[in-house]
């Protein structure tokens, strides 16, 4: 594809389009997206352009940072982390442990120092049983929220909430 038939496709202006190829400005959201249709990008793709494209790192941080010094957590669609603020750094060290994990759900599933440090263990697998079962079927039951079921679903098994006494 010429630089011609971009800028047409994208209604974006050669020149605007020079500039953005060496630095000399800085694309809007709005433009990136033109870009993006113009190149018919998938949405991997378009998200990666969007974060190359500006400050989205930095926008994305300071909304973490904002309910400081309650927690905050940025995870994808599979649980993994992604960023955190302070707090939720602090609160997810231990059963993180040594291997650095990045899954929330393995973090309640896997981790020995799960039980130690969240009091209501049972209750938050139930909470995220409950939570990736719809996910993981409308996601087409793929084998990573699949996995990730299986794994709360045992975890389940070995803390069972306790039924309140009559």
């Not at 997810?92 to 981790?111: C, F, H, K, V, Y």
Request: charged share 20%; with cysteine.
């Amino acid at each position: 594809m010429s630089q011609l038939d971009l800028t047409l496709d994208c209604d974006v202006s050669a020149l605007h389009l020079s500039f953005l190829e060496t630095g000399q400005a800085k694309p809007s959201r709005e433009t990136v997206l033109q870009i993006a249709d113009g190149l018919i990008l998938a949405l991997a793709s378009r998200n990666a352009l969007l974060q190359a494209a500006g400050p989205f790192r930095a926008v994305l941080q300071e909304m973490m940072d904002r309910p400081a010094p309650y927690p905050a957590i940025l995870a994808d669609r599979h649980w993994r982390v992604r960023a955190t603020n302070t707090s939720t750094a602090l609160l997810l060290a231990p059963p993180q442990g040594e291997a650095n994990e990045t899954s929330l759900i393995r973090m309640l599933t896997d981790s020995p120092a799960a039980e130690a440090v969240i009091e209501n263990l049972p209750a938050a697998v139930r909470e995220m049983r409950g939570r990736i079962a719809p996910e993981a079927l409308e996601a087409g039951n793929g084998p990573v929220l699949r996995d990730l079921l299986e794994a709360l679903e045992a975890a389940s098994l070995r803390h069972p909430v306790a039924r309140p006494s009559r």
